[in-house]
C-alpha cells in the first residue's frame, strides 16, 4: 500500500490546515489508520488514530483541536487541524496498519508561524 500525503504547508498560529492521505489500495482491511508526527531532533509521535470499527484515538495535546476521519469508500484518511499553535510544526506523517505490517507515507510539512 503507497500512501501519499498531502495538504501541508506554512499558516500562522491560530489557523488551520486539512491534510489527506491518498491510499493506493483498499484500506478497508486495515485495522486502524493513523497520523504521527515527527519536529526536528524529537521523536516521532503518534498524533491520532481512527479505528476500522470507526474509534478514534488522540493525543492530548491535540484534543479538542484536531479531527481523524477516514473514507473507505475513497481509501482516503483526513485530519482536520484547528486552532494551529506553533509547537505543532512538524513533519507529519500517514500510517497504514495492518495485521502484521504498517504502512508509512513520505510525510508533509506543517509549519506554524507565531
Known amino acids: 500500500v503507497q500512501l501519499v500525503e498531502s495538504g501541508g504547508g506554512l499558516v500562522q498560529a491560530g489557523g488551520s490546515l486539512k491534510l489527506s492521505c491518498a491510499a493506493s489500495?483498499?484500506?478497508?482491511?486495515?485495522?486502524?489508520m493513523a497520523w504521527y508526527r515527527q519536529a526536528p531532533g524529537k521523536q516521532r509521535d503518534l498524533v491520532a488514530r481512527?479505528?476500522?470499527?470507526?474509534?478514534?484515538y488522540y493525543a492530548d495535546s491535540v484534543k479538542g483541536r484536531f479531527t481523524i476521519s477516514r473514507d473507505n469508500a475513497k481509501n482516503t484518511v483526513w485530519l482536520q487541524m484547528n486552532t494551529l499553535k506553533p509547537e505543532d510544526t512538524a513533519v507529519y506523517y500517514c500510517?497504514?496498519?495492518?495485521?502484521?505490517?504498517?504502512?508509512w507515507g513520505q510525510g508533509t510539512q506543517v509549519t506554524v508561524s507565531s
Open positions: 489500495e483498499s484500506i478497508f482491511s486495515m485495522t486502524a
Open positions: 481512527i479505528r476500522s470499527g470507526g474509534s478514534t
Open positions: 500510517s497504514a496498519e495492518g495485521y502484521t505490517i504498517t504502512y
